[in-house]
């Protein structure tokens, strides 16, 4: 059975950084790809960033140059470190692998 299972989401200022942590299990963790999305509220999930199994990455425009994703395969754990945060960064970020998709964790960042 495969689980997603995010933390580390909270209330920052703008300006401020935040990181999110999703550990996996049930799936083959070093061989697979891994992704951070976003939704707000009647909105579509949109992409934040993804990281291949040999580390390439690949990030949103909106988020480039302020977030950073990272896995570390000893722990089945896909991170993604937000920096320099923006209230249009509020939303339910989620985790995904494949079709899978973690619970969410909220971030909200205050103007």
């Known amino acids: 059975q495969v689980q997603l299972v995010e933390s580390g989401g909270g209330l920052v200022q703008a300006g401020g950084s935040l990181a999110l942590s999703c550990t996996a299990s049930?799936?083959?963790?070093?061989?697979?790809?891994m992704g951070w999305y976003r939704q707000a509220p009647g909105k579509q999930r949109e992409l934040v960033a993804t990281?291949?199994?040999?580390?390439?990455?690949n990030y949103a425009d909106s988020v480039k140059g302020r977030f950073t994703i990272s896995r570390d395969n000893t722990k089945n754990t896909v991170y993604l470190r937000m920096n320099n945060l923006v209230p249009e960064d509020t939303d339910v970020y989620f985790c995904k692998h494949q079709y899978y998709w973690g619970q969410g964790t909220q971030v909200t960042v205050s103007s």
């Open positions: 990281i291949t199994s040999g580390g390439s990455t």
């Open positions: 049930g799936i083959i963790f070093r061989i697979s790809g």
